[in-house]
């Protein structure tokens, strides 16, 4: 009877810590939310404002900036890296707001940055050298030909560029209008290691600053885990149709609003909260609807896992996040869509004369019925005769709310060496009747 009674008693004991420590827990997040909605209620373009807690920057520059208190700001420019505390009680959980420009809007994309989250930044011009032009040198659009001449540069100009292509025979700079140019490298004298500047291609995504960055989140249990949330909120600009951004190298395009954090075994998570995202690896692009989450690993698990996997996401996942500190508003309430959905195709090559080849057909269904048919019909190809198809797909991975299923199309080249890309539009239909919206994929013929 002793010992019941002492177990009870410690039940009752540790369950009121318990609720005790929420209500401090939820007190804080109140907190917290309150006050950086009032300090950072309007950050101008290209300035961090600290919402709430401690947060700690690398500058890249003399300048000496306050950042310690709720309200201060700081520029964007020179920012090579930013941490906002975890949250601890009974007072701690940083909170940061960033304005970032976007090309072709007034008024930028808002990140926030919610506790035990640093982020490194990874612009196209985190790793500029600058030049000494040597011969009156023309700014070209492109490396290769045709190409138009944006500019040029006098011997003795003094410029930076940003990368190089894979030759490095032609260097990448940004005019004083955003332009993008080339100028080749035999005609300047770096001033640096060339081979400290990243490798790209004539029509590579330029990313400004914060538009690319690397994103750490912590992952230890805190005072208050049940209720921390460490990662970046993001809302695209309203004036713009996509937002595009690259986090730890994954290319993320979004309509509105994500969450976006890194896990501890290695995964990218990201939770679009409205509008729609699209994750792209190894030139594949999925779709992440609004009201779930793509599971992206990072290139330490790239080999062993599959390039994305996009499934339902709770309510309970975002219900807690600060949304008021967006500028636009978002509705948790509006209802997500419950029929099938195509979120991707991955890129495939079908082999002619060798019968079925398996392509990859990534689908969410969060209602969990069952899917019954596939239905493929014919787009377009450059050449050739081709049918379409009407099957019970396999599902490869996965279950039936979310997976890959299995598209086993066949071709024949003839006398051709090689027929591409061949579109088919792909719907599919549930146990119940319920079809998705058609979904556009491709393939090429190769010879086998």
């Known amino acids: 009877m002793k010992i019941l009674l002492l177990v009870f008693v410690f039940v009752v004991a540790t369950s009121g810590s318990i609720f005790a420590q929420n209500d401090d827990c939820s007190t804080l997040q109140e907190t917290a939310f309150s006050i950086a909605g009032e300090k950072c209620s309007h950050v101008d373009a290209g300035n961090i404002c600290l919402g709430?807690?401690?947060?700690?920057?690398?500058?890249?520059?003399?300048?000496?900036?306050?950042?310690?208190?709720?309200?201060?700001?700081?520029?964007?420019?020179?920012?090579?890296?930013?941490?906002?505390?975890?949250?601890?009680?009974?007072?701690?959980?940083?909170?940061?707001?960033?304005?970032?420009?976007?090309?072709?809007s007034s008024v930028g994309a808002t990140y926030v940055l919610l506790g035990g989250v640093e982020i490194q930044n990874n612009s196209s011009n985190s790793s500029q050298l600058r030049v000494w032009v040597n011969v009156d040198t023309d700014v070209r659009s492109?490396?290769?030909?045709?190409?138009?001449?944006?500019?040029s540069f006098a011997a003795g100009d003094v410029i930076n560029v940003n990368a190089c292509n894979c030759t490095r025979h032609w260097l990448r700079t940004v005019l004083s209008d955003g332009r993008v140019g080339?100028?080749?490298?035999?005609?300047?004298?770096?001033?640096?290691?060339?081979?400290?500047?990243?490798?790209?291609?004539?029509?590579?995504?330029?990313?400004?600053?914060?538009?690319?960055?690397?994103?750490?989140?912590e992952n230890d249990?805190?005072?208050?885990?049940?209720?921390?949330?460490?990662?970046?909120?993001?809302?695209?600009p309203s004036d713009v149709d996509k937002l595009q951004v690259q986090i730890n190298g994954i290319e993320i395009g979004l309509s509105s609003t994500v969450f976006i954090?890194?896990?501890?075994?290695?995964?990218?998570?990201?939770?679009?909260?409205?509008?729609?995202g699209y994750v792209t690896v190894n030139a594949f692009t999925a779709v992440v609807p609004r009201g779930s989450r793509a599971v992206v690993p990072m290139l330490e698990r790239r080999d062993l896992d599959t390039l994305i996997r996009i499934v339902p996401s709770s309510h309970a996942d975002v219900?807690?996040?600060?949304?008021?500190?967006?500028?636009?508003?978002v509705d948790l309430l509006v209802d997500v869509q419950t029929t099938?959905?195509?979120?991707?195709?991955?890129?495939?090559?079908?082999?002619?004369?060798?019968?079925?080849?398996?392509?990859?057909?990534?689908?969410?269904?969060?209602?969990?019925?069952?899917?019954?048919?596939?239905?493929?019909?014919?787009?377009?190809?450059s050449q050739g005769e081709w049918s379409g198809s009407l099957n019970t797909p396999e599902i490869l991975t996965g279950d039936n709310v979310s997976g890959v299923l299995a598209w086993k199309p066949t071709c024949s080249l003839g006398s051709e060496n090689f027929i591409g890309p061949v579109?088919?539009?792909?719907?599919?239909?549930?146990?119940?009747?319920?079809?998705?919206?058609?979904?556009?994929?491709?393939?090429?013929c190769i010879a086998g």
């Open 221 to 236: 249990v805190s005072t208050c885990s049940s209720e921390a949330m460490n990662g970046v909120l993001i809302q695209a």
């Open 52 to 104: 709430y807690g401690n947060a700690e920057s690398v500058i890249e520059c003399d300048a000496d900036y306050d950042f310690s208190s709720p309200g201060d700001i700081i520029p964007l420019d020179g920012i090579c890296a930013l941490r906002v505390s975890a949250m601890q009680l009974p007072n701690q959980w940083g909170i940061a707001v960033m304005n970032v420009p976007v090309e072709g």
């Open 142 to 151: 492109t490396t290769g030909v045709p190409y138009e001449i944006l500019d």
């Open 182 to 217: 080339w100028i080749p490298s035999r005609n300047v004298s770096v001033l640096g290691d060339i081979n400290e500047l990243p490798v790209a291609k004539p029509d590579a995504q330029l990313y400004r600053p914060m538009q690319a960055f690397l994103i750490s989140s």
């Open 340 to 381: 099938p959905e195509i979120v991707g195709v991955e890129p495939c090559s079908v082999l002619s004369n060798l019968g079925e080849s398996m392509c990859s057909v990534h689908f969410l269904n969060r209602d969990g019925d069952r899917i019954t048919q596939m239905e493929v019909e014919f787009v377009s190809a």
């Open 319 to 329: 219900l807690n996040l600060p949304l008021a500190l967006l500028p636009n508003a």
């Open 423 to 444: 579109t088919w539009s792909i719907t599919i239909t549930d146990e119940k009747g319920n079809e998705s919206l058609p979904f556009e994929a491709s393939f090429n």
């Open 261 to 276: 954090k890194s896990s501890a075994d290695g995964y990218l998570i990201v939770d679009t909260i409205d509008g729609t």
